[in-house]
């Protein structure tokens, strides 16, 4: 039997809003504006709607302004070109319920907000405890990788998380989209950060106070935590105020000179055998081998940095054709901190939160993860030299020193090329270094590994230098090399192509046994004993999302590092 239609109530009228949430109550509600009082009207609401607040809305320019674009439409139509004045209008209704503020925005009323206010996470959770889990439609996540990347897919139909890709030991939910539960009398749900937009169907606005109540309680709700329980491991922090605060705290420890905490590392991942060395704002023509913030500190000495100046000095890195490429150096830190009794971290210029459980739970996990039983020799430290003010060729291929041009010499650590080179020599080992392999899974080619030994070590290096990013960097290709070379046949063949004689049975054309094989990631300056525990968090946390990975798929997995000589 049909269930019969719902009869349309003509009194009924829907309204879309966007939400946000004070956690208190203030005396004056303009103090929640991010704007003067004089940018906009203060209206208070009609005594009839039984509503207790206050409307705001942004006062209108005195004349609406032309976009820079329309200056070229002008001269193609060779007059101006009518009708391209835009204003943004903008409006805000705070209500007080409950001993809470709900903020309801209306155009562009979100940016007469001062959101360092309001709860940071009221439009995700909300969202989470009213949406059905199976209908999203849109995911924005990001994800702690080699650096942090943004990521906005959209389903065609209605799925669930499983369908885009998460990995939810390592990306923050930003924000989703999709249809309500069915206790939930609204629509077109979508919410991110502290933001939770809906469409609404009311009768009269008094029924704001209630719709507002309503919020409120699905956000005090934990139900979301039956499938996204993960959201709370990591945050990525937004609020004005706390970042602010934690940039104090780093500056506190800059201007200690804290080498302990502090740490510096190129964004994203590098070519560390093309790379020269390494100097700083004050310091331009003393090179290092490695980021080091000792370094820095001899470069800028004594109390007195600012937020500006990390900003503003540089790390300069040179390659060997002395190229010069520069980061600020608060892009290139890498800092943990305890701060309210959670641990925060400042990575590629953006703050996160860590739930203090799940940090438990990544550390205590780290012991599933075996030190490697291979014991490798030390990393050399190696002199270079270089001119002082090296010329280009024509083809920027290679130096040219001219007359006078004084040479530089310093000292760096032995490239993984020359380590991987003079291993495989004294380990007798397999050189896949450098060796790239076509697949069918793969969008450019990739090593297999860097070192292959004859029972069967899958053996992937790099150096501890490049910290976070890097040794992200070294977990994601020894993954994905695996994953390929159990899947991929193609792969395996064109991996084969590199090894000799009876070497090439390690890589077999027609089925690899994953149990036979062991991957191994070696960082090398990592001390062998506590290399585990000597990583930065993120990385901690690659590498526990690629052991499970591998592991799932009856690899063995191991890790291990090998100091510097002296």
């Not at 203030?26 to 607040?53: F, H, R, T, Y």
């Not at 805000?92 to 319920?97: D, E, F, G, Q, T």
């Not at 094989?517 to 901690?540: A, H, N, W």
């Not at 690659?542 to 798929?553: E, G, K, Q, V």
């Amino acid at each position: 039997m049909l269930a019969p239609t719902p009869v349309k109530d003509p009194n009924e009228f829907s309204v879309r809003l966007g939400a946000f949430l004070y956690d208190g109550d203030v005396a004056n509600l303009a103090s929640l504006l991010s704007v003067q009082l004089n940018e906009v009207e203060q209206l208070e609401i009609d005594p009839k709607m039984n509503l207790e607040g206050m409307i705001y809305v942004k006062k209108k320019p005195p004349e609406a302004k032309r976009p820079p674009w329309a200056k070229s439409l002008d001269f193609l139509h060779g007059k101006p070109v009518e009708g391209l004045e835009t204003s943004s209008s903008s409006a805000v209704l705070a209500l007080r319920i409950d001993g809470k503020i709900v903020i309801f925005s209306f155009g562009y009323g979100r940016y007469l907000l001062n959101e360092d206010n309001l709860v940071p996470d009221f439009g995700i959770k909300t969202a989470l405890n009213t949406l059905n889990h199976d209908s999203l439609r849109t995911v924005d996540l990001f994800s702690l990788e080699q650096e942090p990347i943004q990521r906005k897919s959209q389903a065609i139909k209605g799925s669930n998380i499983n369908m885009f890709g998460v990995d939810v030991s390592r990306d923050v939910l930003k924000a989703v989209t999709g249809d309500p539960i069915k206790d939930i009398p609204w629509a077109s749900i979508s919410g991110g950060g502290g933001q939770y937009s809906f469409t609404v169907k009311i009768k009269k606005y008094e029924e704001l106070t209630e719709v507002g109540r309503k919020l409120i309680a699905k956000y005090d709700v934990t139900d979301y935590q039956a499938r996204f329980s993960w959201v709370d491991n990591i945050q990525r922090i937004r609020n004005g105020k706390l970042i602010d605060d934690l940039n104090a705290l780093l500056l506190t420890e800059f201007n200690a000179e804290n080498v302990d905490s502090v740490k510096l590392s190129l964004p994203g991942a590098s070519d560390w055998s093309n790379i020269f060395g390494f100097t700083y704002t004050n310091a331009k023509t003393h090179y290092k081998p490695s980021p080091e913030i000792v370094d820095y500190y001899a470069a800028n000495p004594g109390a007195g940095l600012t937020l500006d100046k990390l900003r503003t000095h540089r790390l300069f890195c040179t390659t060997m054709n002395g190229d010069d490429s520069s980061y600020s150096i608060y892009e290139s830190i890498y800092f943990e901190c305890i701060y309210d009794g959670k641990l925060h971290i400042l990575f590629s210029k953006e703050w996160f939160t860590i739930d203090q459980d799940y940090v438990t739970r990544v550390e205590l996990s780290l012991n599933e993860v075996p030190l490697s039983a291979l014991k490798f020799p030390n990393v050399k430290t190696v002199p270079v030299a270089l001119a002082s003010k090296p010329a280009k060729t024509l083809s920027g291929s290679a130096i040219k020193v001219g007359k006078g041009a004084k040479a530089v010499k310093s000292t760096s650590l032995e490239t993984e090329g020359d380590y991987n080179a003079r291993i495989a020599l004294a380990l007798k080992m397999h050189l896949l270094d450098k060796k790239l392999v076509r697949s069918n899974g793969s969008a450019s080619p990739i090593e297999v590994c860097d070192l292959l030994s004859d029972k069967g070590h899958f053996i992937h290096v790099k150096h501890r230098k490049g910290y976070s990013a890097g040794l992200s960097h070294l977990f994601a290709q020894g993954r994905v090399a695996g994953e390929l070379l159990l899947s991929d046949q193609n792969f395996r063949v064109n991996a084969r192509l590199h090894l000799k004689g009876a070497a090439k049975k390690l890589i077999p054309t027609a089925k690899l046994v994953p149990s036979e094989c062991e991957i191994v990631f070696l960082v090398l300056g990592g001390d062998p004993t506590t290399v585990r525990q000597d990583l930065p968090f993120f990385s901690k946390v690659n590498l526990l999302a690629t052991y499970r990975s591998l592991s799932d798929r009856q690899f063995k997995v191991s890790i291990g590092g090998t100091a510097i000589d002296p």
